[in-house]
């Protein structure tokens, strides 16, 4: 089935500094993908809608200059988070959609869980 | 807006036991339903899904129906095994404008002894 990767895993970083988390879609061409934020025992939070080529369409209270997201290419999605605080810690998932005829389906990535000292 | 809610976990049965997880959703028009389940140390899996009311999506031994009058879509197995245990979210996909966004459920962590 489609496979989606996410980079790094896992990341550890000082308050202050920024954190790119990529998401590849490995061996199908994604158009759209998404971002979302999940907390220790939450459901996951839709952050923003990724489109190939255009800019990045954020959920209500996601601040867009705070999670800058680069859709620069049909397998390849990025995840900045600027300035990071501890609060900014958490479990990141993508997704990537698959449209191939009839089917429309999300794959997911494995997450990236943040910690920010 | 748009809402989720599952049955709180974590859920422990024995092996080859029945397995409820209850959803229920509040949404506006007619939204799609899923069910995804998440194995340790991997990302989100579709396990089903069913897109008008009546609709019952089955894999693997899961079943779940869209009941659009108890506004439900709760997920069933007759005999669970070992290798089911892993945490399951409820979804919904609004459609309309909101096409591709889904809204998930807390999440339940189901645990299966031998």
């Known amino acids: 089935g489609a496979v989606v990767s996410q980079h790094p895993s896992w990341v550890i970083c000082k308050s202050g500094t920024s954190v790119k988390i990529e998401c590849r879609s490995l061996?199908?061409?994604?158009?759209?993908m998404f971002w979302y934020r999940q907390f220790p025992k939450q459901s996951l939070m839709l952050m923003a809608t990724?489109?190939?080529?255009?800019?990045?369409?954020?959920e209500q209270g996601v601040e867009k200059d705070k999670f800058l997201i680069n859709h620069a290419s049909l397998t390849l999605s990025t995840l900045t988070v600027t300035s990071a605080h501890p609060e900014d810690s958490s479990f990141y998932i993508c997704?990537?959609?698959?449209?191939?005829?009839?089917?429309?389906?999300?794959?997911f990535g494995p997450g990236t869980r943040l910690t920010v000292l | 807006g748009d809402s989720v809610t599952q049955m709180e976990g974590p859920v422990t049965l024995s092996e080859e036991a029945f397995l409820t997880i209850n959803c229920t959703y509040t949404?506006?028009?007619?939204?799609?339903l899923f069910w995804y389940v998440q194995y340790p140390g991997e990302g989100l899996q579709l396990l089903l899904k069913?897109?008008?009311?009546?609709d019952k999506g089955s894999n693997k031994g899961f079943e779940a129906t869209y009941r659009k009058e108890t506004t439900s879509f709760h997920l069933e197995k007759g005999s669970v095994q070992v290798s089911d245990s892993a945490v399951y979210f409820c979804a919904l996909d609004a459609g309309g404008t909101s096409y591709g966004k889904l809204t998930f459920g807390q999440g339940t962590i189901l645990t299966v002894h031998p």
């Open positions: 069913a897109t008008k009311a009546d």
């Open positions: 997704s990537a959609r698959l449209l191939a005829g009839v089917r429309d389906t999300q794959y």
């Open positions: 061996d199908f061409q994604a158009t759209t």
């Open positions: 990724s489109n190939e080529g255009s800019k990045a369409t954020y």
């Open positions: 949404a506006t028009g007619y939204p799609s």
